[in-house]
């Protein structure tokens, strides 16, 4: 399985960025879908998980201005930021986790995209 992820960038604070991570190749069952961030000299933490029922999840100090979303269909999940503020910035990574047909699960990371909240 292979993750791509974009929308990433520089955007001042109160700004607006949505994210994508799309996953490829042999898929029998996606469970989970979600997003994590690592700020420099900080360690990764999980921003936002979404399951396959739509049931979703936030870190206390994303909540009411993050949103995650998936499509089925496109094995993608987006992350809508809205209201960003400078302690936002961090590299953003998406990660999966996918049963295979014995119903093990195994997760999966993308690259990670910088998002960058500065004025």
């Known amino acids: 399985v292979q993750l791509q992820a974009s929308g990433g960038g520089l955007v001042q604070p109160g700004g607006s960025l949505r994210l994508s991570c799309a996953a490829s190749g042999t898929i029998f069952s996606m469970r989970d879908m979600g997003w994590y961030r690592q700020a420099p000299g900080r360690q990764r933490e999980l921003v936002t998980v979404?399951?396959?029922?739509?049931?979703?999840d936030y870190l206390d100090s994303v909540k009411g201005r993050f949103t995650v979303s998936r499509d089925n269909a496109q094995n993608t999940v987006y992350l809508q930021m809205n209201s960003l503020r400078p302690e936002d910035t961090a590299v953003y990574y998406c990660?999966?986790?996918?049963?295979?047909?014995?119903?093990?699960?195994?997760?999966?990371w993308g690259q990670g995209t910088q998002v960058t909240v500065s004025s």
């Open positions: 990660n999966v986790q996918v049963a295979n047909r014995f119903g093990r699960i195994i997760g999966y």
């Open positions: 979404i399951a396959s029922s739509g049931v979703t």
